[in-house]
């Protein structure tokens, strides 16, 4: 991850993030969605939302992605939840 900063000539240059800083409640909403997602597997995703300052990445908020198997026979893959009737 790296952030761009302009010259005064107009180019922009890549400076590495040295610092990750992310807020108590993701590291909670990560958690939360493990314990309840998890059940015995080790791998559960989402997205982690954040901005580049500086050299520090700031992460601020997370949004957990639904799991489902193959037994979701109702699973819509687009919308990501399953259809009732």
């Known amino acids: ?3 761009r ?6 180019k922009t240059l ?19 969605h493990y314990q309840q997602e998890g059940q015995g597997s080790e791998v559960v995703q989402g997205v ?3 901005l580049v300052v500086e050299d520090r990445l700031e992460i601020t908020n997370c949004f957990p992605f639904p799991q489902h ?4 026979a109702d699973f819509d ?3 990501g939840t399953k259809l009732r009737f």
């Open 77 to 79: 893959e687009g919308e």
């Open 48 to 50: 982690l939302l954040g």
């Open 1 to 3: 991850m790296a952030s």
């Open 5 to 10: 900063k302009e010259t005064p000539s107009g």
């Open 14 to 32: 890549d400076s590495p993030v040295k610092q990750i800083q992310i807020e108590g409640l993701v590291v909670m909403k990560i958690l939360k």
């Open 69 to 72: 198997n193959e037994d979701d």
